[in-house]
Structures are given as C-alpha cells and as structure tokens.
C-alpha cells in the first residue's frame, strides 16, 4: 500500500500513531510529528528533513538511510532502532534515547545530542564531528573508528565503550 502525506496526516488524526507501517522512501520533509508513536515502522530512506519529530517514538522501527537533517528529534526515543547508514546532520537531538540503536556509519556532525543516551549503541565508523555531546551516556557503545573531531565532550560517560582507533581530537 502507497501512502500520500495527506493519508499519513489523516492517519495521525484518526489513529494518534504511525506503528507498524511501511513508510519507506517516503518524502515527509517539514511535516510535524510532535510526539506520534512510529514503533516498528518501516522508515528505511525517508526523507524527515526539517521536520518536527520532537517527542516522537521510534523504538524498534527501521530508519537506515533516513535522512534526518535539520531535524528537532529533541526528546524522541530511538530504543532499539536501525538508523545505520542515516543522515542527522545539524538535528536538535537533546535529551533523546538511542539506547541499544544500531547507527553504522551514520552521520551526526554538527548536531545538538546534549543529555542524550546512547547507553550500548552501535556507532562504528560515524562521523560525530562538530556536535555538542555534553552530558551524554555512551557506556557500553562501540564507538570503534568513530570521528568525534570538534565535538563537545565535556561530562561525557565513556565507561566500558568500544573506543578501537576512535577520534577525539
């Protein structure tokens, strides 16, 4: 089934959620999605730049290859979701949880993830450059070749995290 912009906000109206549905390639650029549940969605290459997702949940949804750029994900959950291979490029990303998320080699340079969780998220080889990470849980990640160049670090918990040939100059 193809849906239409207007059908996903008919949706979002009638139902309060997204769950569940295959969503894929989709352009949802600038839409408003505040706080609507997207758990277990196919969201594999949709195109969520600049839109609002602020209060949204992703857990356990496929996001690989989104794009997310200029994006306010701020306090959304991301528990684990695939976004390996994903664009959050210049996202406001404060205060959200990727616990357990799978992000290979995505990109979230100059993004702001200040107080976010990524407590035993997989970040190899992402570029991390330029962004503001303070506050942040990275216990128990793999952050393995991972490029942290520029970023704000300060008060960052690396406890126990992969950090194999990470960059953090």
Known sequence: MTFSKADIEITIVSEGSLD???????DLSGMKFNSISF????????NFKNS???GCDFSNANLGGAN?????????CFKNADLRWSILKSVNAQNCDFSGAGM?????SEGDFEK????????????LKNAIFAHSDFQKSNI????????????VNFDNSNQYQTVFD
């Open 144 to 155: 393995a070749m991972a490029n942290f160049t520029g970023s704000n670090l300060a008060d």
């Open 104 to 108: 290979l080699e995505s990109d979230l």
């Open 68 to 76: 997310l750029t200029d994006a306010d994900i701020s306090l959304a």
């Open 52 to 54: 609002d997702l602020s």
């Open 20 to 26: 569940s549905l295959n969503l894929s390639e989709m």
């Open 39 to 46: 758990k277990n969605a196919d969201l594999r290459y949709v």
């Open 116 to 127: 976010s969780n990524f407590e035993e998220t997989d970040l190899r080889r992402c570029v």
